[in-house]
């Protein structure tokens, strides 16, 4: 299984960026995916998952700004960002959770992709 995250960009603050990520193999549609970011000198932090029907979970400080998305006839997944804040900022990481831990716990997840930055200025 390989993930490649895409959509890095440098945006102002208030603007809205996309990022996409593309999962090779056939197994797509049985995982839940999810999103997490890790700012300059702090640890990796969840963003976002959303499972295999589609039922989404969203950390407190994106909920209502991010939305996650997938289509698994393409084998990509999306994040949405709009209203981006500085505090955005970081590099931020696509995953497939294959491991039994809650949604929010990066050991659930078993495959990550590169990571793609997102930089947000004031």
């Known amino acids: 299984v390989q993930l490649q995250a895409s959509g890095e960009g440098l945006v102002q603050a208030g603007d809205s960026l996309g990022l996409s990520c593309a999962a090779s193999?056939?197994?797509?549609?049985?995982?839940?995916m999810g999103w997490f970011r890790q700012a300059p000198g702090k640890e990796r932090s969840f963003v976002a998952v959303?499972?295999?029907?589609?039922?989404?979970n969203y950390a407190d400080s994106v909920k209502g700004r991010f939305t996650i998305s997938r289509d698994s006839a393409k084998n990509t997944m999306y994040l949405q960002m709009n209203s981006l804040k500085p505090e955005d900022t970081a590099v931020y990481f696509c995953?497939?959770?294959?491991?039994?831990?809650?949604?929010?716990?990066?050991?659930?997840?078993?495959?990550w992709g590169q990571g793609t930055q997102v930089t947000v200025s004031s």
């Open positions: 995953a497939r959770r294959g491991r039994a831990f809650i949604y929010y716990d990066q050991r659930g997840y078993d495959y």
């Open positions: 193999g056939r197994t797509f549609s049985n995982y839940d």
């Open positions: 959303i499972n295999r029907t589609g039922g989404t």
